[in-house]
């Protein structure tokens, strides 16, 4: 067996002997003067020891701190306010000027097929923004799960559908975290109009009233090639896109927002999108 290489090693213990007889005090001293050790003066009251000391005062014992506790609701040192529904956001008196949705706190539901550059154009607009803001996709979060991931490329079902309503719950459980500490949101979502269950209904409740949906749909040959460029899970079929955007077209006649960006890129689409928030603000869609 080998030791490292530093202080000597104990010698064996012998029989008979302490654990510590032959270490002498000096020995872990080199150097230390050598002879016996000194003796300690005779208790008081040993014959010899002269007079016992008398007892003075005791000094009070010091108090003792006690930290105060920490704040309730706190990260830190930073309070957060906590994250509550989102209200409709206020509209400008008549006499204003027409909002600026760049310098405004929204939460705002990008809506799109697969292939519709939702995702790219939430990302550039999230960025180009006046005030903090951030970008909120439903897709993302679904990954989170590693696994026993429902793969939409498998269809949907159960498990599927499960999932899809734990993300967005927790999406919107983001959002709203984020827009209570003055923080801008854009989510993205493929939402059905034919799903009630899992579209706009279910957005409304976990993130408030608020909330400003807008629909990206550019014609089926420009989704087709999109989606063409894709990869991993987020590439689907070319039957599966086209099926999805055929039901998307029942978004036309809802009275919500929609851009067509067949011949638009990211940062003109955003654009786009500024100018519908803009309208959005001053006079709220009723959904």
Known sequence: MQHAVGSPLPPPHRPGQGPHADWAPAG????????????????PGFPGAGPAPTAGPVPPAPPRHTPAPPPPD???????PPGGPVGMPAVPPAAAA??????????????GPAGAGKTSVAKYWADHRRVPTAHISLDDVREWVRSGYANPQSGWNDNSEAQYRLARRTCGFAARNFL???????????VFPDRPVVGLGGWKRHVGPGLLPVVILPGLDIVLERNAERTGNRRLTDEEVARIHGRMAGWYGSGLPIIDN?????????RVLDEVLARAIASPPSW
Request: glycine fraction near 8%; charge should be negative.
């Open 28 to 43: 872990h001293h080199p150097g230390a003067p050598q002879g016996p050790a000194p003796v300690p003066p005779p208790p």
């Open 262 to 270: 067949s011949q638009l890129d990211v940062p003109a689409t955003a």
């Open 98 to 111: 027409v909002p600026d949705p760049a310098a405004t706190t929204l939460a705002v539901l990008l809506i």
């Open 74 to 80: 706190t990260t830190g040192h930073v309070p957060l």
């Open 180 to 190: 209570a500490n003055g923080i801008s949101c854009i989510l993205d979502d493929a």
